[in-house]
Structure formats: structure tokens, C-alpha cells
């Protein structure tokens, strides 16, 4: 039997009353009773039994006072022989749940580790060392039901698809059975790699992503422990900290996915793979990066299935779907999309792609790397170790007479002018840059070395955007703004606008946001701006031309979000940050 870590334990009824787990009263009663009652149960039992405990602070008092694991157990698989070393009878009075057997060690979820004699028991009856992780009541109460009856599957390696929502007690469960030794051999470190509870965990983790609709996993080896996070919808989110030295062992899991060398630790390396989880396929771009403390491993979660490439579905309005249909159909030119990373640039172009495909056009793609794999496109992979670069593999491109060419990102100014002349002779050239709005764009290539005359000759629109989280639909709350935030916001104070705010429900998992959203500032080419560019007009010049064109500045494109209740205001002020100012009569109705 496992004793909690403490050597100087708190006096448990004190414990209850002081975290509100149960009142003096009801604690009264059950002692009373306990001395009545001729099973001598325990006290705790017979609060859980009545219902009179709060079961997510009890298991929180004996987690931050006695130091056990909780436990959630809709996310655990159970094998069979390990239901068969207690039987369903003493499973059900004892209130315990065998869940994970390692070598001569039985791990058991129960709701009241501090009924010593029943675990004594449990130790005589089995013949294993006991070992105790703590279940809310109710929770294990169904979960015996369920797993004696054979309602919860036990398959021998998959992952479940659903209710996963907890991996802490997966990984503190198994933290202490997986210990490396720093100088093992590759054979070995394999070993461990494949073992069960490490597979389990990679795979619950890779599951849980896909569930999440999470960008990107994050596995981080820091000092004492391993930080496992998640993107998703854009901010990072912490999921659990395995012990350090639980980390190689995950790490290795993702080399040998990846087919990487597990025994190489002091270079980057990358790779991919495909998992199949929820009916379909998913691939995981895969990068990993030696740190002070270990590998850093970056998993990107490229979801075909639940990513969409469609423009009318993207968060574009009406108007901005047909300004970039109609520069998409123009026959040659270039249409550029700026942003930072992650702000669904490629996302944006795919969409055009897919707007343009058909079996009359030839079209070419070169990324590094390729992210979405699209039917009937070519796509190349730039690999700079073997001298596939940007511009060697755009030379070779344009021998293959491609109608149109999607260029990754334009990084140099050798790429650049490639492109330049692409779209000077008849292609259609899509690309994207690293620029903070649109106007930028302009500078950044004259900052390369393009002459104005070459971007006003090709350039068709300039793009820029940002990815607002969206407001979940279900518990979203309506407000009525303040009058100094009209004023800051330049708009109409006569006008009485209602907003809306984040709450958080069980559909969004508390956060009040679910999925994201496009905004955009969105600059054609028009004649007059043209001639600016020509005569090297500074770039508020060209931005106040484009505004009397009706182009919205970023800013003021997620206000009209948050004016129609798809998004929030601080979700606005938090995108939108660099574009801090609004001219006058700007930012809304």
C-alpha cells in the first residue's frame, strides 16, 4: 500500500471542515453514526453514501493535503485481466476500481483513501502492492458499473475517441513506471518508448488535440518536469506536467512516429506522420529542437477535416469575397497576404486555390513545408540541405508553364524578383509576406530592392489579417456599451449599440470562445494608388487613398465583428493592438 508523501498530515475532519467539503453537522451525524453502526464504517463513507460531501473538493483536499493523484476515469482504457484481480462484488462495497496493474503494483481509483482497513484488504485479496489514486464518488461509482458490465471497451492499444478531457492523471499515474537512465543505449531508449503507458499518453495527448481543434501541441522539457501545452484557437493552454524523467521517453515516442533518429539529440530535426482518429485522417508536422533542458518538440496538427478552404467560410464579408474573386480571376498579376505567423495566411490562399482549381489550369505550389496535401495540385516541398531553395525551385517551376503559383512565403529579394517576373509574364503569382498591415507591404518590397513601377505593374491586392476568436454561440452574454467607449471607438453616441461577452459553458469548456474568425484590411490596386506608388508616396499617403477606396483598417474590420455579436471587444483590442488608432468618423455605424 502506497502512503501519501507528507510525513506531518493535517487531521482529516479538520481537513473537510476547513476546505467546505462538508458542514459541522453533517459531520456530527456521520460520526454518531459510525459508532452506531455495527460494519464500523468509515465516516467518510457514510458522507459520501447520504450525499452530503462536495466530491470535487474532497478529492481536492486529499490531492493538496495527502498528496494522492486524482484520477479521471472516462479517459482511462482498463484491460480485462486487470478487472479480473478484484472481483465486481468487492468492487462495488469497497468502492474501488482496479485501473492500471505494473509488475507487482496494482493501481486502484477510490473516493476515500483513508479507509486503511478496506485497502489492507484489498492487498490480501489480490497479492499486489496497492497502489491509490483518488475518483470523485459518483464517477466511480458508474464506472464500476460500466466497466464490470463491459460498456467501457477494452480495446489492446487505440485511444479512446472521446472523453479525454483530463491527461494529468494518465501522466501521474504513470510518471514513476517509465525512468530513464541518461546514458542508455538507442535499443533501450526504444524499449521504453514503445511500452504502453508511454503510447498511451503520445496517443491520448494526439486525440485530445484533434478533439480540441488545437493547432499545435508543445512538448517542453524544463528543470524538474515536462511541460505539455496546446494552441488552440490561437492561445497557448497548458494540458500536464509529466516528471522529467517521463520526458525522453515521449520524446522518443514522437522520433519513432516521425521515423527520425532516436539516438540524435544535439540537431534540429523534422518530420511527419499520419494519425487516424474521429472517422478520418490527420497529419502532424513534426519539429523537434534541442534545448537547455532536453528536446523541445512542436507537433502542428494540419486537420483537413476540420479545417475549411472555402472563402465563404473563412469570416470574409460579403464585399471582401469579391474583391479577392475578383483579382483571383484577373489572368496574371500577384495577390499578396500579409500577417505574423498563425494569422491563417495560408489558410487564405489554399481557399483561393481551391476557388480556382479545375482541370483547365495548371497550378504549382512550393512551401516550406507543404502543410495541406490538395488534390489536384502540384506541390513541392522546398529542401534547402539538398539545394532545393525558393529560387531554384521557381526556375524549374516556371519551365513546367504553370497558369498559377503559390510561393509559400517571399523571404529574399532573389524570391521576390522571380515572383515579379512570374507575374510580369503571364502568371497568376500568390504569396505571402511578413508585414503588419498592408501598406507595409509596399515598403517591405521596395526595402528588397523592387522598383515602385514593378510592384504598381503586377501587384493586384495586398491583404492583411488577423484571426479574432470567435464567441461561443450557446453562452455568450449581451451588454450595452459605455458612453466613453463610443467616443474611443468613433462612433455614434445617439445610436444605442449592444455588444456581447464571453461567459464559458460546458460547450466551450469555460473559455466562452469556440473557433476563429478572419479580419482583414483589405487594399486594391486602384489607378490613383498605383500613380502614388509610382511616385513614392510615404505610406500614410497611399493608406489614406486606400480608405477613400473603402478599405477598413484591421481594427476597424473586428469592431464590425464584435457589432454583430460574432466576436468580443476584447477580443478586438487584443488582436488588433498594433493598429491602435482610428481616424475620424472610422471604427463603425
Known amino acids: 500500500m502506497t502512503d501519501p508523501k507528507r510525513s506531518s498530515l493535517p487531521d ?101 483513501p483513508a479507509n486503511l482497513k478496506n485497502l489492507d484488504e484489498l492487498h490480501s485479496l489480490t497479492g499486489k502492492r496497492i497502489r491509490v489514486s483518488v475518483a470523485e464518488y459518483s464517477q466511480l461509482k458508474e464506472y464500476i458499473q460500466k466497466s464490470y458490465a463491459g460498456e467501457v471497451a477494452v480495446p489492446e492499444e487505440p485511444v479512446p475517441e472521446e472523453g479525454t478531457e483530463d491527461l494529468v492523471s494518465l501522466a501521474n499515474m504513470v510518471e514513476s513506471e517509465v525512468v530513464l537512465d541518461k546514458q542508455q543505449q538507442a535499443s533501450d531508449l526504444m524499449e521504453q518508448a514503445n511500452q504502453a503507458p508511454v503510447v498511451k499518453l503520445v496517443n491520448m495527448t494526439l486525440v485530445e488535440g484533434v478533439r480540441r481543434r488545437a493547432s499545435d501541441i508543445f512538448i517542453e522539457p524544463w528543470e524538474g518536469f515536462v511541460r505539455i501545452r496546446m494552441r488552440i484557437d490561437g492561445i497557448l493552454e497548458e494540458i500536464v506536467r509529466p516528471q522529467k524523467s517521463f520526458g525522453d521517453a515521449i520524446v522518443s515516442r514522437v522520433k519513432i512516429m516521425s521515423q527520425l533518429n532516436i539516438a540524435e539529440h544535439r540537431v534540429p530535426q523534422d518530420g511527419r506522420f499520419k494519425v487516424r482518429t474521429q472517422g478520418r485522417e490527420v497529419d502532424v508536422r513534426v519539429s523537434i529542437l534541442p534545448s537547455s533542458f532536453g528536446e523541445k518538440v512542436c507537433l502542428r496538427i494540419l486537420d483537413t477535416g476540420a479545417q475549411s478552404h472555402d472563402i465563404q467560410k473563412l469570416g470574409f464579408t460579403r464585399s471582401e469575397q469579391e474583391v479577392i474573386r475578383a483579382s483571383a480571376k484577373k489572368p496574371h498579376g500577384m495577390i499578396l497576404v500579409t500577417g505574423p505567423t498563425g494569422s491563417g495566411k495560408t489558410t487564405t490562399l489554399y481557399s483561393v486555390l481551391k476557388y480556382l482549381d479545375s482541370p483547365q489550369v495548371n497550378i504549382t505550389t512550393v512551401e516550406d513545408p507543404v502543410e495541406y496535401q490538395i488534390a489536384g495540385i502540384n506541390q513541392v516541398n522546398v529542401r534547402e540541405s539538398i539545394g532545393l531553395t525558393f529560387p531554384a525551385a521557381l526556375r524549374s517551376i516556371l519551365r513546367q508553364d504553370p497558369d498559377i503559383i503559390l510561393i509559400g512565403e517571399i523571404r529574399d529579394a532573389e524570391t521576390l524578383d522571380i515572383a515579379v517576373k512570374a507575374a510580369l509574364t503571364g502568371h497568376l503569382v500568390l504569396s505571402t509576406l511578413h508585414t503588419n498591415d498592408a501598406v507595409s507591404s509596399v515598403t517591405r518590397m521596395e526595402n528588397l530592392g523592387l522598383e515602385p513601377f514593378l510592384i504598381a505593374s503586377t501587384v493586384l491586392m495586398i491583404s492583411a489579417q488577423r484571426l479574432v476568436r470567435r464567441l461561443c454561440p450557446r453562452c455568450r452574454v449581451a451588454y450595452n456599451l459605455e458612453q466613453d467607449i463610443y467616443k474611443f471607438l468613433n462612433l455614434d453616441p445617439k445610436k444605442k449599440i449592444q455588444l456581447w461577452k464571453a461567459k464559458g459553458c460546458s460547450q466551450c469548456r469555460q473559455l466562452g470562445y469556440q473557433g476563429r474568425s478572419v479580419v482583414t484590411e483589405i487594399m486594391e490596386m486602384k489607378p490613383d494608388i498605383l500613380e502614388l506608388i509610382m511616385q513614392g508616396a510615404s505610406a500614410d499617403v497611399i493608406k489614406a487613398k486606400a480608405r477613400e477606396h473603402g478599405m477598413n483598417t484591421l481594427r476597424e474590420s473586428a469592431i464590425q465583428k464584435a457589432l454583430t455579436g460574432e466576436t468580443s471587444l476584447d477580443e478586438v483590442f487584443r488582436v488588433t493592438i498594433a493598429d491602435a488608432g482610428l481616424p475620424p468618423g472610422g471604427g463603425g455605424p
Open 12 to 112: 482529516l475532519k479538520e481537513a473537510l471542515l476547513r476546505a467546505g467539503v462538508v458542514n459541522s453537522e453533517e459531520l456530527q451525524k456521520a460520526l454518531q453514526e459510525q459508532t452506531k453502526s455495527s460494519m464500523k464504517l468509515h465516516f467518510l463513507d457514510i458522507l459520501l453514501q447520504k450525499g452530503k460531501c462536495n466530491e470535487k473538493k474532497l478529492a481536492d483536499v486529499f490531492f493538496k493535503e495527502y498528496g494522492y493523484r486524482i484520477v479521471s476515469l472516462k479517459m482511462l482504457i482498463i484491460h480485462k485481466e486487470v478487472l479480473e484481480l478484484i472481483p465486481r462484488r468487492i468492487a462495488e462495497v469497497y468502492g474501488c476500481l482496479p485501473i492500471v496493474l505494473y509488475e507487482n503494483t496494482l493501481t486502484v481509483a477510490v473516493a476515500n
